[in-house]
């Protein structure tokens, strides 16, 4: 059972900055995913990503105006990689990890139903910096696996095993540990 909602909300799926999987579609209306990790909320509705320009996920972002930042668990780990393997443009990279993608809420972009959480974000401007880009997107909607929210309505990071790259761009990845109060 998934929560969907149509709002900015979804934003607290990525409370922890854990490995994420953008998708996109193709001109061709394929649907394409990557792999990232360096990206940073920015307000209440707006997150950042840094994407290098000439990654298809940019150039889908620019053509189409949205995507879709998917919250993996450490068990895609292994899907991961075939994700950030090199696949033509015109290939789905969803489809060659063997995923299956979940209707957009707010978009026409799909998510990718085994990932625990997702947002939905339209386009709304970039910077140049040398080979990339930091794209900013507005989030507009998104689903969290119930089973995976904590008690303020966030993701519970542990029960959802989300996952950070340790040393990108080896595929080598963290799982959250021990939590210190202060």
Request: glycine fraction near 8%; aromatic fraction near 8%.
């Amino acid at each position: 059972m998934y929560k969907e909602v149509k709002t900015a909300e979804a934003l607290g799926y990525l409370a922890t900055k854990p490995t994420m999987i953008i998708t996109t579609l193709h001109e061709s209306k394929v649907v394409n995913a990557g792999v990232f990790g360096a990206y940073t909320n920015l307000s209440a509705t707006h997150v950042g990503i840094a994407i290098a320009a000439s990654h298809h996920t940019y150039a889908n972002i620019l053509r189409g105006g949205e995507f879709v930042i998917n919250v993996p668990g450490a068990n895609l780990v292994k899907k991961i990689a075939i994700l950030a393997s090199p696949i033509p443009k015109d290939k789905s990279e969803v489809d060659e990890a063997g995923l299956t993608t979940k209707a957009g809420i707010t978009i026409e972009t799909p998510s990718i139903a085994e990932c625990v959480a997702s947002v939905e974000c339209k386009f709304d401007k970039e910077l140049p910096i040398g080979v990339h880009s930091f794209v900013v997107g507005v989030a507009c909607g998104g689903w969290i696996k119930e089973e995976f929210l904590d008690t303020d309505g966030k993701i519970d990071i542990f029960k959802a095993r989300v996952i950070k790259d340790f040393k990108y761009p080896q595929p080598l990845y963290v799982l959250p540990g021990e939590v210190v109060h202060g």
